[in-house]
């Protein structure tokens, strides 16, 4: 059986210019990707991102505008779901209070997610594993340059 698998994620980036990335293993796999997550029965998108932001990064959150959705077919990595992903820019309503790190895959004992910012000049299609997030790297450097 296919299904459509609605996302949403957060593109947050501070004052120095850095954007913020979520490092994860889960189903036996490493990825990195935006902060964010599948979308709830019942739930619309905003309160889906602002959720996920608090259950991620114990945040809140201000969507501040949409930037991308994705205009492709793209196959879960996990199941045999079709994966829409929406974008939004956001921005903290306070400072981030998260042990962030420096290396890819740096998780706490006990964790299987850690956060780290990479700087938008550095940022890359490789910075990421799936393919919406390096359609979103490529528009974003694009955006800034």
Same mark, same amino acid.
């Given at each position: ?14 004052? *120095? $210019? ?60 996990? *199941? *045999? ?17 998260? *042990? ?11 964790? $299987? ?33």
């Amino acid at each position: 059986m296919s299904y459509f698998n609605v996302r949403v994620y957060g593109l947050l980036i501070n004052g *120095n $210019n850095e954007i913020l990335i979520s490092d994860e293993y889960e189903n036996e796999q490493y990825f990195s990707k935006f902060p964010g997550g599948g979308l709830e029965l019942g739930e619309g998108l905003i309160t889906a991102l602002k959720r996920e932001f608090m259950e991620e990064c114990n945040a809140e959150i201000e969507v501040t505008g949409h930037f991308y959705t994705t205009d492709f077919y793209e196959k879960s990595s996990f *199941n *045999n779901s079709q994966v829409i992903s929406i974008y939004y820019l956001v921005k903290e309503l306070h400072p981030l209070q998260l *042990n962030f790190k420096t290396t890819v895959f740096d998780f706490d004992e006990n964790t $299987n997610q850690s956060f780290r910012w990479v700087n938008l000049k550095d940022l890359s299609e490789d910075s990421v594993t799936f393919k919406t997030d390096k359609t979103v790297v490529a528009l974003l450097k694009k955006t800034i340059s």
